[in-house]
């Protein structure tokens, strides 16, 4: 069963910095596109960040120049960078990856990220 391990959340203010950590285990298949969603209180949940097989990164508008994906040493790691935190960037954080086939992915259970004063 791929299960994920979910780190790097918490309160922080205005302008600071966290890192959010997703590894992946239990993964029979190659990780080869991952990406990043977000879900404000009283929100839908919205598409933040994506990487394809490619290496080329997209993002939403509102956290381009602040936020990165990449991927670590491990292929089994993904991160997220997010500078210049702002209040609106509250959310859940859910890191995803392709499955075995092109129209199956798979979801982590969410990290909290909380930026306020």
């Known amino acids: 069963q791929v299960q994920f391990v979910e780190s790097g959340g918490g309160s922080v203010q205005p302008g600071e910095s966290l890192r959010l950590s997703c590894e992946v285990s239990?993964?029979?298949?190659?990780?080869?596109?991952i990406g990043w969603y977000r879900q404000a209180l009283g929100k839908e949940r919205e598409f933040v960040a994506v990487?394809?097989?490619?290496?080329?990164?997209h993002y939403i508008e509102s956290v381009e120049g602040r936020f990165t994906i990449s991927r670590g040493n491990s292929e089994n790691t993904i991160y997220l960078q997010m500078n210049d935190l702002k209040p609106e960037d509250t959310a859940v954080y859910t890191c995803?990856?392709?499955?075995?086939?092109?129209?199956?992915?798979?979801w982590g259970k969410g990290i909290l990220v909380i930026v306020s004063s």
């Open positions: 990487m394809p097989p490619s290496g080329s990164t």
């Open positions: 995803t990856i392709n499955g075995p086939s092109p129209t199956i992915d798979y």
């Open positions: 239990g993964n029979s298949f190659e990780i080869r596109r």
